[in-house]
Nanobody, 114 residues
Framework: HLVESGGGLVQPGGSLTLSCVVS????????MGWYHQAPGQERELVAD???????NYANAVKGRFTISRDIAKNTFFLRMNNLEPEDAGVYFC??????????WGQGSPVVVSS
């Protein structure tokens, strides 16, 4: 069970931090990622963290987004800086690089607009 939160309306160049609370699974043993679904588009993986803590990013967000985790709270985060209109959409967390279809949550919507 995954619950995302933290999205909202932000101006271009602004920042947001998303949270993903994981229950029923231990993130210690999982490679977890954040997926972005732009309006009318497929979901795509934009950032993930391996069990070792190694981070991976899509080129479009490299240098602007940072994935992190709090193992004690079984929670993942995505810090998004310098947001662009193209970053708008719904963000989901799930296992990576292959998401589990039974884990998709409601997602957290992000609107980037002035």
């Amino acid at each position: 069970h995954l619950v995302e939160s933290g999205g909202g309306l932000v101006q271009p160049g602004g920042s947001l931090t998303l949270s993903c609370v994981v229950s029923g699974l231990s993130i210690t043993f999982l490679r977890m990622g954040w997926y972005h679904q732009a309006p009318g588009q497929e979901r795509e993986l934009v950032a993930d963290m391996e069990r070792s803590g190694e981070e991976n990013y899509a080129n479009a967000v490299k240098g602007r987004f940072t994935i992190s985790r709090d193992i004690a709270k079984n929670t993942f985060f995505l810090r998004m800086n310098n947001l662009e209109p193209e970053d708008a959409g719904v963000y989901f967390c799930n296992t990576a690089p292959w998401p589990r279809h039974d884990l998709w949550g409601q997602g957290s919507p992000v609107v980037v607009s002035s």
